[in-house]
């Protein structure tokens, strides 16, 4: 069975540019999640899909950031335009019921 | 607010060298705690779920205990590949949202 997927690995963009981040979750799990870490932070969640709506978005920093999951199955991340404080590592989790969540293994997003 | 605070920051152990990591939190009703392994470049990997103080778990090595204040990842005769670094996490009140701690990294030496 796959796991989760993210796309790209790594990005590095200009301030000011938009980048957009991809989720693929396992196949069948109907929540979604994600989450980042700044480094020397911990992980902070931003925000939870349950199919393809919104059930918590609590956690997104502002409004340069927007989340889609289309049909309720892959998802994307969208910052922009993007600024120095939005690097870190951005994960993508999925789970079954509300327990156990499957992480991908992350985006690093740096902005130079 | 829900609050996760682990310790040690880093650990270095002797292969075979028998050690506890510490998770404490603050929370307002437990809904569950989680403990996680991170390998570099990858993401957290699930090991662990505790819902009640008193409950424990085993997996391999690790043992993972729970108390109202307090939760432990204890390691028995650690190898290298144990390597990585723990991330302990709460979730409370109505939402299984878990709150993270900054992770405890642990370095076995052959």
């Known amino acids: 069975e796959a796991g989760v997927t993210q796309f790209p690995s790594h990005s590095v963009i200009e301030k000011g540019q938009t980048v957009t981040l991809r989720c693929d979750p396992i196949s069948g799990h109907d929540n979604l999640y994600w989450y980042r870490r700044v480094m020397g932070k911990e992980i902070k969640f931003l925000l939870h899909?349950?199919?393809?709506?919104?059930?918590?978005e609590s956690g997104m920093p502002n409004n340069r950031f927007l989340a889609e999951r289309t049909g309720g199955t892959y998802s994307t991340l969208k910052v922009q335009p993007a600024e120095l404080e939005d690097s870190g590592v951005y994960f993508c989790a999925s789970s079954h019921g509300r327990i156990e969540a499957f992480f991908g293994q992350g985006t690093r997003l740096t902005v130079v | 607010e829900d609050q996760v605070t682990q310790s040690p920051e880093a650990l270095r152990l002797q292969e075979g060298e028998s050690s506890s990591l510490n998770c404490s939190y603050t929370v307002s009703g437990l809904r569950g705690l989680f403990w996680y392994r991170q390998d570099p470049g990858k993401g957290p990997e699930f090991l662990f779920t505790l819902y009640s103080a008193g409950e424990e778990k085993e997996k391999e090595r690790l043992k993972a205990t729970l108390t109202k204040k307090e939760s432990f990842l204890h390691i028995t005769a650690p190898k290298p590949e144990d390597s990585a670094t723990y991330l302990c996490?709460?979730?409370?009140?109505?939402?299984?949202?878990?709150?993270f701690g900054r992770g405890t990294s642990l370095i076995v030496h052959p």
């Open positions: 899909f349950v199919k393809e709506s919104k059930q918590d």
């Open positions: 996490a709460v979730a409370s009140g109505g939402s299984y949202i878990p709150t």
